[in-house]
C-alpha cells in the first residue's frame, strides 16, 4: 500500500539520518591525514616539487629581497630585527595563527607580518592579498618547510579555535552545505572534475593554476563560501582566522609545504 | 499518512513559494499546476550552473565531468513516481535530514546565503517541474 510504504521509508530516512549523523561527527582519523598533494596528478606533483618549475618561488624570491629592504620611518628592514630568516623563522609558520596579547585574539602570519610592518617599521601596512604581502608571507613560511605542523598548546587560544570548529560544522549559504560534509565525509570523492581534498592548509600561501597567481589560505576559503552561495568573510575578519586556527590543528604533523601548487 | 501543507515565506510578493503539499514521502501535484517539458528538465540538470552534476552522474555522454558523491541519476524515473521525485527536488532534507543533497524549493532555515541568493530558491517551480517530468523519463 502506498502510504504504508511511505511511512515505512520515512522510518528508515530517519534511521539513516541518525546513522548519517553519527558518521558525520567522526572527524578523519589523524593516522588518515593527508594533504592536498596526495591528490596532485603527477605533473603538478613534478611543478610542486621542483623549485625552479615551482611558480610560487618567484614570490618566495620577492619576498626574500623584501625582507632585507629598509621601509618606513623608522628605516629598518624586517633583517634588522630578525636577522637570517633561515634561523629565525624556521618553525614559526608552522605555529600560527597565534595568540596577540595586545589584541586579546589569535592573527595569522599575514596580520603578524602587517603588525611588524605598522609598529616595528613605522610603514604602511600592505593590503590582504597584495603581491608584497603574499611575498613576505611565502618566504617566511617557506623556511618551515618540511616541519610538522605544531599548534601551540596555549589555552588563551582554545575558545577561538573552537569557534572555527562550530564554523566548520555549521551548514550555510544557498546549498546549505558545511565545510565538513565535503572535507570530512566525502574527501576523495569527484565533486564534478575536482577531487575533494581534506582541505589542510599545510601550503599556504599556495600557487593555485586555476587563479594563475600565488593566494593566501583565506582567499582558499571565500572561494570555498562563494562556491556554497555563502556570504564569504572579509579578508582578516576573525571567522576566517578562527577557521585557520581549527584547520591548522586540524591538520597538526601534517609537514609545511610552503610554496605549494595546486590545481 | 501524513499530510502537511507548507505555506513558504519569501520577502518579495512575485518571488514568493508557490504553496505545496506534502503527502507521506511524496508531493502528488504540480508545483505550477502544469506538467513540466523534459527536453527543458534534460538541459537544466546537465546546465553545471544548477549544481546536480557536481554530486551526481547520469547519461550525459556530452558532459565530461559528473560527480560521484551521490546515486547516479540513471534509472531514477524507475525508482521514484514522479510525485516521489518532486519532494526529492523540493526538500530532500525532509526525508533524510543529514542529506547533502540540497531543498532546491525552500528558502527558509539558510544561514549566510550570499546577496545574489538570498531569498530565492535555487530552482523556480517551473524548473522543477521540468527536472521533474525529465527524471521520469530516466526509467533503465
Same mark, same amino acid.
Given at each position: &500500500?502506498?502510504?504504508?510504504?511511505?511511512?515505512?521509508?520515512?522510518?528508515? %530516512?530517519?534511521?539513516?539520518?541518525?546513522?548519517?549523523?553519527?558518521?558525520?561527527?567522526?572527524?578523519?582519523?589523524?593516522?588518515?591525514?593527508?594533504?592536498?598533494?596526495?591528490?596532485?596528478?603527477?605533473?603538478?606533483?613534478? &611543478?610542486?616539487?621542483?623549485?625552479?618549475?615551482?611558480?610560487? &618561488?618567484?614570490?618566495?624570491?620577492? %619576498?626574500?629581497?623584501?625582507?632585507?629592504?629598509?621601509? *618606513?620611518?623608522?628605516?629598518?628592514?624586517?633583517?634588522?630585527?630578525?636577522?637570517?630568516?633561515?634561523?629565525?623563522?624556521?618553525?614559526?609558520?608552522?605555529?600560527?595563527?597565534?595568540?596577540?596579547?595586545?589584541?586579546?585574539?589569535?592573527?595569522?602570519?599575514?596580520?603578524?607580518?602587517?603588525?611588524?610592518?605598522?609598529?616595528? $617599521?613605522?610603514?604602511?601596512?600592505?593590503? +590582504?592579498?597584495?603581491?608584497?604581502?603574499?611575498?613576505?608571507?611565502?618566504?617566511?613560511?617557506? $623556511?618551515?618547510?618540511?616541519?610538522?605542523?605544531?599548534?601551540?598548546?596555549?589555552?588563551?587560544?582554545?575558545?577561538?579555535?573552537?569557534?572555527?570548529?562550530?564554523?566548520?560544522?555549521?551548514? #550555510?549559504?544557498?546549498?546549505?552545505?558545511?565545510?565538513?560534509?565535503?572535507?570530512?565525509?566525502?574527501?576523495?570523492?569527484?565533486?564534478? %572534475?575536482?577531487?575533494?581534498? #581534506?582541505?589542510?592548509?599545510? *601550503?599556504?600561501?599556495?600557487?593555485?593554476?586555476?587563479? $594563475?597567481?600565488?593566494?593566501?589560505? $583565506?582567499?582558499?576559503?571565500?572561494?570555498?563560501?562563494?562556491?556554497?552561495?555563502?556570504?564569504?568573510?572579509?579578508?582578516?575578519?576573525?571567522?576566517?582566522?578562527?577557521?585557520?586556527?581549527?584547520?591548522?590543528?586540524?591538520?597538526? %604533523?601534517?609537514?609545511?609545504?610552503?610554496?605549494?601548487?595546486?590545481? | 499518512?501524513?499530510?502537511?501543507?507548507?505555506?513558504?515565506?519569501?520577502?518579495?510578493?512575485?518571488?514568493?513559494?508557490?504553496?505545496? #503539499?506534502?503527502?507521506?514521502?511524496?508531493?502528488?501535484?504540480?508545483?505550477?499546476?502544469?506538467?513540466?517539458?523534459?527536453?527543458?528538465?534534460?538541459?537544466?540538470?546537465?546546465?553545471?550552473?544548477?549544481?546536480?552534476?557536481?554530486?551526481?552522474?547520469?547519461?550525459?555522454?556530452?558532459?565530461?565531468? #559528473?560527480?560521484?558523491?551521490?546515486?547516479?541519476?540513471? *534509472?531514477?524515473?524507475?525508482?521514484?513516481?514522479?510525485?516521489?521525485?518532486?519532494?526529492?527536488?523540493?526538500?530532500?532534507?525532509?526525508?533524510?535530514?543529514?542529506?547533502?543533497?540540497?531543498? +532546491? +524549493?525552500?528558502?527558509?532555515?539558510?544561514?549566510?546565503?550570499?546577496?545574489?541568493?538570498? *531569498?530565492?530558491?535555487?530552482?523556480?517551480?517551473?524548473?522543477?517541474?521540468?527536472?521533474?517530468?525529465?527524471?521520469?523519463?530516466?526509467?533503465?
Amino acid at each position: &500500500m502506498k502510504a504504508a510504504r511511505g511511512t515505512q521509508r520515512l522510518a528508515l %530516512g530517519v534511521l539513516l539520518a541518525a546513522l548519517a549523523t553519527l558518521c558525520s561527527a567522526a572527524e578523519i582519523p589523524l593516522s588518515e591525514r593527508r594533504s592536498g598533494y596526495a591528490d596532485l596528478g603527477r605533473e603538478t606533483k613534478a &611543478m610542486q616539487d621542483d623549485d625552479t618549475a615551482n611558480p610560487g &618561488m618567484l614570490s618566495v624570491l620577492e %619576498g626574500e629581497e623584501l625582507w632585507k629592504t629598509k621601509s *618606513g620611518t623608522e628605516v629598518k628592514a624586517c633583517a634588522d630585527c630578525h636577522g637570517d630568516a633561515r634561523a629565525s623563522m624556521k618553525g614559526v609558520a608552522a605555529r600560527y595563527p597565534a595568540f596577540d596579547a595586545s589584541r586579546g585574539r589569535p592573527v595569522n602570519l599575514e596580520q603578524r607580518i602587517n603588525i611588524c610592518q605598522a609598529e616595528r $617599521q613605522q610603514a604602511k601596512p600592505s593590503a +590582504y592579498e597584495s603581491k608584497e604581502l603574499l611575498a613576505l608571507t611565502a618566504f617566511v613560511a617557506m $623556511q618551515s618547510r618540511g616541519e610538522p605542523i605544531a599548534p601551540p598548546d596555549d589555552a588563551r587560544l582554545t575558545p577561538f579555535r573552537e569557534a572555527g570548529r562550530q564554523l566548520f560544522f555549521r551548514r #550555510q549559504g544557498q546549498l546549505n552545505l558545511g565545510c565538513n560534509q565535503c572535507h570530512d565525509d566525502n574527501w576523495s570523492k569527484r565533486l564534478a %572534475g575536482n577531487l575533494i581534498p #581534506q582541505a589542510h592548509p599545510t *601550503g599556504y600561501p599556495i600557487y593555485r593554476l586555476e587563479w $594563475q597567481s600565488i593566494g593566501s589560505l $583565506q582567499r582558499r576559503l571565500r572561494n570555498c563560501m562563494t562556491g556554497l552561495r555563502a556570504q564569504p568573510y572579509e579578508f582578516g575578519a576573525p571567522e576566517n582566522v578562527d577557521m585557520e586556527l581549527y584547520l591548522m590543528w586540524r591538520a597538526r %604533523g601534517l609537514p609545511v609545504e610552503t610554496p605549494a601548487v595546486r590545481p | 499518512m501524513s499530510l502537511a501543507t507548507v505555506q513558504p515565506l519569501a520577502t518579495h510578493a512575485e518571488d514568493a513559494l508557490h504553496p505545496y #503539499q506534502v503527502v507521506g514521502d511524496a508531493i502528488p501535484a504540480s508545483l505550477t499546476g502544469k506538467p513540466g517539458d523534459p527536453a527543458r528538465g534534460r538541459a537544466i540538470v546537465a546546465n553545471r550552473q544548477n549544481t546536480c552534476l557536481l554530486c551526481h552522474s547520469g547519461p550525459f555522454p556530452e558532459e565530461r565531468h #559528473q560527480g560521484n558523491l551521490s546515486p547516479s541519476l540513471q *534509472g531514477a524515473g524507475a525508482r521514484w513516481t514522479a510525485a516521489e521525485l518532486r519532494l526529492r527536488m523540493v526538500d530532500a532534507s525532509r526525508l533524510n535530514p543529514a542529506t547533502i543533497m540540497p531543498s +532546491y +524549493y525552500q528558502v527558509e532555515g539558510l544561514t549566510r546565503v550570499a546577496g545574489a541568493w538570498r *531569498g530565492k530558491p535555487i530552482l523556480s517551480a517551473e524548473q522543477i517541474e521540468d527536472v521533474v517530468s525529465y527524471l521520469s523519463t530516466l526509467r533503465d
